[in-house]
């Protein structure tokens, strides 16, 4: 073979090993498996089954609660629309709407009958309101109402039994009270998937016969279980009867216990001692928080420490969120105040709730004769005093109690901080 032939040889296995280079990877790359990378920029997502949704791993939930609604003649007046003979409420709530709503549930503490107009709209002392209170409660962001009081037989037996038929005809839950005795005086409620108690309990006198007096008034021996009560002259006996009912809240499968107290002296700033008792024992028995009620002005909101060693909000007195008690007509400046009390839980999947943040919203009730009509309105006070512009009925002595509503309420409230 000459020198030209032996040069071509080599030339010639070059591009036979080239060719089959080609045609078996070729094969090969048609021949992957599909899930092998081949190099393409294709999203992931496309070739991936998405992935189930995570469970949160906590919830918040927040619980607002305001003081005594004292619907006396003059704010049934102030609602009455002449051209309809109707009762409009609501915009004695339209500024303090805002705050009620935005919370999970808003409990409220109604100091009147719904007996309806046939017994006569009536004030102090024995108090009975227009049914469409409760529309105006609702519309404002209202969930709960609370009965157990001392004005529940202000209108008897018939205005007893009314009141519960309109609060929950109307959609709104009510606690301390019910219709039969099959029933239950607290209810259970799913908040965001967390099985919360409301309980209310009002102070009353066991008579010899087991009827009970309640402001003088006499609830039936046969309607005895009707009202969630506890004797004010029997600490030991008024353990047992919270007890009992915070026990079965629990049996009922509550994870959070919330208890609703109507209590106290009235017009007394500070606490009996009586109170200071009770409360040390509902935190004992398992209450979560506790909002009290009764005395008509402000008492202080503090902390008290359960067993494990929770601190656990007690708001004594939350004051009036609305009446015409004030300066002017029973000379006692406080009965003016009150506040929005909420309390935001953290509740960890499968773990017993925290405290995540205490508020004590400060309210002021305005009242004004405008064209010889009463106008009222619940004033939120720190807002009043930030932007006073969007309260137009508001004049400079009317600041000057906002600001000492404010001063108030920094003071009874100052263990929460």
């Not at 918040?60 to 409009?88: F, M, Q, R, W």
Request: glycine share 6%; proline share 6%; hydrophobic share 40%.
């Amino acid at each position: 073979m000459n020198k030209k032939g032996k040069k071509k040889f080599p030339l010639l296995l070059v591009f036979l090993a080239l060719v089959m280079f080609i045609f078996l990877g070729g094969f090969i790359a048609l021949n992957l498996p599909k899930e092998v990378d081949l190099g393409q920029t294709s999203d992931p997502e496309d070739k991936l089954p998405n992935p189930p949704p995570s469970e949160p791993e906590y919830v918040d939930i927040t619980i607002s609660s305001v003081g005594d609604i004292l619907i006396h003649n003059t704010l049934y007046y102030a609602a009455y629309e002449p051209a309809t003979k109707s009762y409009d409420f609501r915009s004695q709530f339209q500024n303090v709407k805002p705050y009620l709503e935005k919370a999970d549930i808003t409990i409220a503490n109604l100091e009147t009958t719904l007996a309806g107009p046939e017994k006569g709209y009536s004030g102090y002392p024995k108090f009975n309101s227009p049914d469409s209170i409760i529309d105006a409660l609702k519309d404002a962001g209202v969930d709960i109402i609370t009965a157990a009081n001392n004005h529940r037989m202000d209108m008897g037996i018939s205005g007893f039994y009314r009141t519960i038929k309109i609060v929950k005809d109307k959609g709104l839950d009510i606690i301390g009270v019910k219709p039969k005795n099959e029933e239950k005086t607290y209810m259970l409620r799913n908040v965001k998937g967390v099985n919360i108690a409301f309980l209310n309990f009002s102070y009353a006198y066991p008579l010899g016969d087991g009827s009970l007096s309640i402001n003088g008034l006499i609830l039936p021996v046969n309607m005895r279980n009707l009202i969630d009560i506890f004797n004010p002259e029997d600490l030991e006996e008024s353990i047992k009867a919270l007890g009992e009912k915070i026990t079965g809240a629990r049996e009922d499968g509550a994870e959070l216990i919330v208890v609703c107290m109507h209590w106290g002296d009235e017009y007394h700033r500070q606490p009996n001692n009586f109170q200071k008792e009770l409360a040390a024992s509902i935190v004992n028995l398992g209450a979560d928080v506790v909002f009290g009620g009764h005395p008509h002005v402000l008492q202080p909101a503090v902390y008290l420490v359960s067993p494990e060693g929770t601190k656990i909000p007690v708001f004594y007195s939350q004051g009036n969120f609305i009446s015409d008690q004030r300066k002017e007509t029973v000379d006692d400046i406080y009965t003016e105040q009150g506040i929005i009390a909420q309390v935001t839980f953290r509740v960890p999947k499968g773990e017993k709730p925290q405290i995540l943040q205490v508020d004590t919203i400060p309210t002021w009730v305005n009242k004004k004769v405008i064209a010889n009509r009463f106008v009222y309105e619940i004033i939120p006070a720190q807002k009043a005093l930030k932007s006073k512009e969007n309260f137009p009925l508001l004049n400079a002595a009317d600041i000057e109690r906002i600001n000492f509503c404010v001063n108030t309420v920094d003071l009874l409230s100052k263990e929460l901080r």
